[in-house]
């Protein structure tokens, strides 16, 4: 911080100051260096390619080259149907999904919080973890093996019991079984990882004092251990609020298929069909575009919520 | 009633609860086990549930002989070990000189990688990137563009930060220089964090499918995932035309299908118990904000 106005002497003493700095700390820099790099080219670099919303974009062209529309892709995207449905879609499934799997591991977590025998609890945690480390193809692969309509189990067994076979692949309804089904499997066990975390820190003398009183296990469960993990609950239900319009592109895409697509076409997935099937890059970058600053939106209006109700935001 | 025997029945109530659910977890990949070993005429028939029925090997052996599945394999293992090298070095990099309060710009490049959490440019830029930088078709497609996962990023900082300090310090005393404390004292102290990161890597890389998708259509360098998604596909075309009455082409059998959907999850399953112990520890850290 060289001032104008400092003496020549003074000004020595700073580049000595200076380069002792240099010295010791150009290695952090020189750490630095690469990762910055990759952050400006690949996370930086496709924000710049972002202007494509603005600009009649081809291949050939290229982004620089290519001529300002200003908000004529916006409107046209506005006027699509399928722009409402995949909308819709996903925040339907967004919101079908909380509701089913937002619970599970609440209970999971105080059911094997309350476990006594070691062994069993580290036995069952080990197995409903094992869900999360699957990929979503592979998911696919069983997903069929079980619920398809001729040879799958679960139609199987409906049917020895005397039932109905249900379309869980092809009718949209029925889907939407398939679909939570999947998210409930996946994410259930793994969640249960910061409600247990969050119950380490009980103070156990709380439960000892609620045995003299002669509490039952119910009891101490809904007085003790439920408020003790109400503050992560909370903070968890408002960060899922403040992802409604964010969802991943492999779940919808790999369980859903032509004959659902009504439900199962949601904004990613649109995305990446009108954009890298259909070529329609222009398009497809201000669905994207839209998505991103309306779930920048979301976040920022969770986090606002966050701080009013746990007086700690999620950010 | 008596408090114990109350007690002893909540025990046995709750446990057949966690059963089922350990079971609700494992059936599919029981089911799918099953399949993966029955004769295709116990399959169509559906006759397998959890135990394989007309009992063979062929699927297995099929899938044993296929190069073009054992060649993916392979690439994805090289793939998934490159990767997650790389993406352990970019991070523990860049990492390590953000925890040092007085380095100047730290707060900048902070905000520089915080806000790439917030706001993507979204996949249409991001192709149209890796395109332009000539990489469709090549293992840096699958590789850069994930390098450094901000969320890990700030997992490893915070780790760094909670380190005792006294250390660091009296190392710095001796006068040794950042790079040599980060690699004697500071990187050993943190091998559990850094087995959870790897494993978040590892398994991000091997069930990465969207960014193959996008990128690779050269058969050579498929990864398994993408090898294996054909296969799914091609199932639900067996599901669509069944619904519409035509006729049955000739497609996968099943019990190959599933004997591919096993030999993709084994090699997971063979790493996962053991950084199990690490990773619930690391998955807190991050629950704790940076």
């Not at chain 1, 996903?90 to 476990?115: G, K, Q, R, W």
């Not at chain 1, 669905?287 to 209006?301: E, K, P, S």
């Not at chain 2, 915070?158 to 710095?172: I, V």
């Amino acid at each position: 911080m060289t001032k104008a106005k400092a003496t020549p002497l003074k000004r020595y003493g700073e580049l000595n100051k200076r380069s002792a700095y240099l010295k010791r700390y150009w290695q952090l820099y020189a750490l630095l260096a690469l990762p910055i790099l990759y952050f400006v080219i690949f996370r930086y670099g496709p924000m710049y390619g972002v202007q494509i919303a603005f600009k009649d974009f081809n291949l050939f062209t290229g982004i620089n080259d290519s001529e300002w529309i200003g908000l004529e892709a916006f409107r046209e995207v506005f006027a699509m149907n399928d722009f409402y449905i995949t909308l819709r879609n996903t925040f339907m499934l967004n919101f079908l999904d909380l509701i089913v799997s937002f619970p599970a591991p609440i209970i999971l977590a105080i059911m094997l919080y309350e476990v006594r025998s070691g062994w069993f609890k580290r036995f069952s945690q080990t197995v409903l973890y094992i869900p999360h480390f699957i990929s979503w193809v592979i998911i696919g692969g069983i997903v069929y093996q079980l619920f398809g309509t001729q040879s799958g189990m679960i139609n199987g067994v409906l049917q020895g019991l005397g039932f109905e076979a249900v379309p869980f692949l092809t009718e949209k309804n029925s889907w939407l079984i398939t679909y939570l089904f999947t998210g409930v499997w996946q994410s259930a066990g793994w969640g249960t990882i910061l409600y247990l975390a969050a119950l380490t820190g009980v103070n156990k003398e709380l439960f000892e004092a609620a045995d003299v009183d002669g509490a039952s296990r119910l009891r101490k469960i809904w007085h003790i251990t439920l408020p003790s993990i109400k503050p992560t609950i909370v903070t968890l239900l408002i960060l899922n609020l403040g992802k409604m319009v964010s969802i991943g592109f492999d779940r919808p895409y790999i369980i859903g298929n032509t004959a659902v697509r009504e439900y199962s076409d949601v904004l990613s997935t649109f995305v990446y069909r009108i954009g890298l099937e259909a070529g329609q890059y222009t398009l497809a970058t201000v669905v994207g575009l839209f998505q991103a600053v309306v779930g920048l939106v979301f976040i920022l209006g969770s986090n606002y919520i966050s701080k009013k109700t746990t007086g700690d935001g999620i950010l | 009633m008596s408090e114990r025997t109350s007690n002893r029945i909540f025990d046995v109530v709750n446990i057949t609860f966690i059963s089922l659910f350990v079971i609700f977890c494992l059936a599919p990949f029981v089911h799918t086990i099953a399949v993966s070993l029955s004769s295709n005429r116990a399959i169509t028939s559906g006759e397998v549930t959890l135990w394989p029925v007309e009992t063979n090997w062929d699927a297995y052996a099929q899938v044993f002989s296929d190069h073009s599945m054992l060649r993916s394999l392979g690439f994805t293992v090289l793939l998934t070990v490159a990767t997650t090298l790389l993406c352990m070095i970019f991070t523990i990099a860049a990492a390590y000189p953000l925890t040092k309060g007085n380095l100047k710009g730290r707060k900048f490049f902070l905000y520089l990688i915080i806000v790439t959490m917030f706001f993507s440019g979204g996949i249409i830029p991001e192709y149209l990137l890796i395109r332009d930088l000539n990489m469709i078709n090549t293992v840096w497609a699958l590789i850069l563009p994930g390098l450094v996962s901000p969320f890990n990023l700030i997992i490893l900082i915070s780790f760094f930060k909670n380190l005792p300090p006294s250390l660091e310090e009296s190392a710095e005393i001796d006068g040794s220089s950042f790079l040599n404390t980060l690699l004697r004292i500071v990187l050993p102290l943190s091998l559990p964090v850094m087995a959870t990161l790897a494993l978040f890597y590892a398994v991000g890389r091997w069930n990465g499918f969207q960014d193959a998708l996008m990128y690779i259509n050269d058969p050579q360098i498929y990864p398994l995932q993408l090898k294996l998604f054909q296969m799914v596909q091609n199932n639900m075309v067996t599901e669509l035309t069944q619904l519409e009455g035509a006729n049955r082409t000739p497609l996968t059998p099943e019990a190959l299908k599933a004997a591919t959907v096993i030999f993709a999850t084994v090699p997971i399953l063979c790493v996962y118990p053991w950084l199990q112990k690490y990773f619930v520890s690391g998955v807190m850290l991050g629950a704790v904000k940076g």
